[in-house]
């Protein structure tokens, strides 16, 4: 088996690649999926979702910004009064889209 990179033209002509030309290619097309690995990365890590939040709710970069929040829910107490509890299923919290109230609210911590 040869070691010998030849380019092909579209009329069939044939044409000898250095050695080096091809390393050279190689360390960039190395470097370039390198850079594209951690970019992809970047991307799955904002759509993770907390684990207080349960697996339930999916993955998604394409989400965008949320918040975490832990749902409420008004239970009887006694004859006239009533309680504000916990409702989240099975005691987990929530996500909801942050709008521009909530980063802003952010920015301004």
């Known amino acids: 088996m ?14 000898p690649v250095e050695t080096s030309k091809v390393q050279h290619y190689l360390a960039r ?6 850079e594209e690995d951690t970019r992809i990365e ?5 759509g993770k979702v907390p684990d207080l939040c349960g697996p339930e709710i999916p993955e998604a970069p394409a989400r965008g910004a949320f918040r975490v929040f832990e749902p409420q829910g008004l239970y009887p107490d006694g004859a ?5 509890k916990p409702s ?3 005691g987990r ?3 909801e889209h942050a709008d521009a ?3 802003m609210e952010a920015q301004a911590r």
């Open 2 to 15: 040869s070691k010998h990179v030849m380019i092909v033209a579209p009329d069939g002509a044939t044409e």
């Open 88 to 90: 989240g299923y099975r």
């Open 29 to 34: 097309r190395s470097r370039w999926q390198a």
């Open 80 to 84: 006239e009064g009533w309680v504000s």
């Open 42 to 46: 970047e991307i799955k890590a904002r």
């Open 93 to 95: 919290k929530a996500i």
């Open 101 to 103: 109230f909530d980063q």
